[in-house]
């Protein structure tokens, strides 16, 4: 199976049943993107699939196949983090950051989306996203931060 992770092209032997997660965190070694839930409602396991954000933990990597895959590992460019990542590191919204490669991608899937949003519009596109340690007034600023970059 051919994948492009990051920019990069793989040859892999997997079923194409396997779960795009388990594939990136074994077989890539690509290990930003947690296991939460493992029923796609946590979003620790997001990953962008053309530019949309994708619960990678019920994603089969046979359907991923001849798509752009975008995980956390890849948002790096020329020794250069994203400006979500930078607002993420000076906000330090996480206790525990279990959550925050999911957070961070859904956030730069917003803003691809919607170089702009209000506060309410961060909120909303962030639902989906399960932070455990409640620090989502945080992550809200956080977001807003990396707007501003």
């Known amino acids: 199976m051919q994948l492009h992770v990051n920019g990069k ?30 029923e796609g409602v946590c979003g620790a396991c ?44 000076e906000v330090d919204p996480f206790q525990c950051a279990y959550c925050a490669s999911g957070m961070v991608m859904s956030s730069v899937a917003l803003l691809n989306r919607n170089p702009s949003p209000s506060k309410q519009e961060i909120m909303d596109a962030m639902q989906s996203n399960i932070c455990r340690c409640c620090t989502y007034p945080d992550l809200v600023e956080a977001i807003v931060k990396s707007i501003k970059k």
Do not use: W
Not at 12 to 36: A, P, Q, W
Not at 60 to 80: A, D, F, M, R, Y
């Open 46 to 89: 997001t990953v962008l699939i053309n530019g949309v954000p994708v619960r990678s933990c019920i994603t089969p990597v046979g359907s991923v196949q001849n798509k752009e895959i975008t995980t956390i590992e890849g948002l790096e460019q020329n020794g250069k983090l994203h400006p979500v990542q930078e607002a993420f590191l």
């Open 9 to 38: 092209e793989y040859s892999i032997e997997v079923s194409g049943n396997t779960t795009l997660l388990t594939t990136l965190r074994e077989h890539l070694d690509l290990t930003g993107s947690k296991y939460g839930c493992g």
